[in-house]
């Protein structure tokens, strides 16, 4: 028998315990004075993609447990046959959000992640706002990058070099009215009114410049109407786009419920029956 100083000790002691302090350890407190299914081992995803958690299925099982109060093992395994239907009813949900998810992201993915073979300068060609956005922004950041390598002090009079620069150079001309069908015509004309290297570069960075304002302003004159495609796209997509998709779901769903609805009714009869209550006869339905 322990003294009054061990018991005195053992009090104090105890107060020095405040339970657990993780947010884990609360959650795994919080089940300790509650039923835990014997089937959450099987119906929950432990780990890996898809993973969940056995906490939110037992806080699950635990709400049916409290709200229904079984007793004895047939009453106890219905309740937690309804545990386990509507977990699977909340994964159908997670289904569909997937199917919607992956349509979702497709609607951007124009925008996001324009087609590398596109031929952006074929404006004969009709395109959605989206599209036409995502090749001005291609253009853009292409101007943006001769820009800088013209900064740079990279070589543009050079016979093997002022083809690459092919488009600067017909824009000079045009903006100079001076009619050209190769780019080096614009070149020796340029020299010929005695514009010096630096010049010629000037006159070709002012062309880059005025083509990076151009893409700009558009970029901004399509955005919104890109933005409202994309609406118009996601509310189309809000729906599962292949048929086999939501005549999955709506089955599944359909034969949850009647799993759901069953047990649900044995459970009730099994409870009024032990409390001696006279019970109907069971409500047979055709579903043929």
């Given amino acids: 028998m322990a003294t ?19 947010e884990e350890g609360k959650e795994i407190v919080k089940l300790n004075a509650v039923k835990h299914g014997i089937l959450s081992d099987a119906v929950v995803i432990p780990k890996g993609e898809g993973q969940e ?23 106890d395994t219905l309740v937690e046959q309804i545990a386990v239907t509507l977990w699977r009813k909340r994964r159908v949900l997670w289904f569909e959000l997937g199917c919607l998810r992956k349509q979702l992201d497709d609607c951007r993915k124009t925008t996001e ?8 300068y074929a404006s004969h060609i009709p395109k959605t706002a989206r599209e036409r956005l995502a090749a001005a922004k291609k253009r853009l950041a292409h101007h943006q990058q001769e820009k800088q390598y013209l ?11 002022v083809k690459n620069w092919a488009d600067s150079y017909f824009k000079v001309a045009e903006r100079k009215g001076f009619e050209a069908e190769e780019p080096k015509q614009v070149r020796d004309w340029l020299k010929e009114q005695g514009l010096t290297e630096d010049q010629i570069r000037q006159e070709l960075t002012q062309t880059e410049e005025a083509a990076i304002e151009q893409a700009q302003a558009e970029i901004k004159t399509l955005e919104p109407q890109a933005n409202g495609e ?14 086999w998709q939501l005549d999955k779901i709506i089955r599944y769903e359909a034969s949850l419920d009647r799993q759901l609805y069953k047990a649900i009714n044995q459970l009730e009869r099994l409870q009024r029956s032990r409390k001696g209550e006279t019970l109907p006869p069971p409500i047979v339905l055709d579903e043929t």
Avoid: C, V
Wanted: glycine content about 6%; charged content about 35%; overall charge negative.
């Fill in 151 to 161: 900064q740079e002090g990279y070589d543009i009079l050079s016979d093997e070099e």
């Fill in 230 to 243: 994309l609406e118009r796209a996601a509310l189309l997509a809000s729906l599962p786009e292949h048929h």
């Fill in 113 to 120: 992640e324009p087609d590398e073979d596109e031929d952006e």
């Fill in 4 to 22: 009054e100083k061990q018991a005195k000790a053992n009090q104090q002691n105890a107060q020095k315990s405040t339970g657990p302090k993780t």
């Fill in 53 to 75: 958690r056995k906490e939110a299925y037992l806080r699950l099982y635990n709400g049916l447990w409290d709200y229904f109060k079984p007793d004895g093992a047939m009453e």
